[in-house]
């Protein structure tokens, strides 16, 4: 079972949340099995949740992001969403809440 059997699914609670106006959108990208970093295709993203949301609030995107991996993110992948601020996370699994 892979994420694109659950997008209709994120997408419907993506437009309700829209809909009650909150504040920004935390998206975790895959990256691990169990403990271990993995390779879970980069096929598995989520820019139709970016794109879902839409430009007028603020998503934050994490998921085994390096240095170049983020600035890539932020000049390239979503670029087209430079009106809400664009965060890439970096780190490890040691961040207990990367939106605070």
Known sequence: ??????????IYII???????VGFLDLIEE?????VNADCGR???VSFA???WGKQAPVMISGGFNGESAQKAVDETYKDY???IALVATG??????PSV
């Open 1 to 10: 079972m892979g994420i694109n059997e659950f997008i209709p699914t994120f």
């Open 15 to 21: 437009q309700q949340l829209r809909a009650l106006n």
């Open 43 to 45: 096929d598995n993203n």
């Open 82 to 84: 430079k009106l809400a």
């Open 92 to 97: 490890r699994a040691t961040l207990i809440c």
């Open 50 to 52: 970016v794109h879902t």
């Open 31 to 35: 990256r691990i099995r169990g403990s």
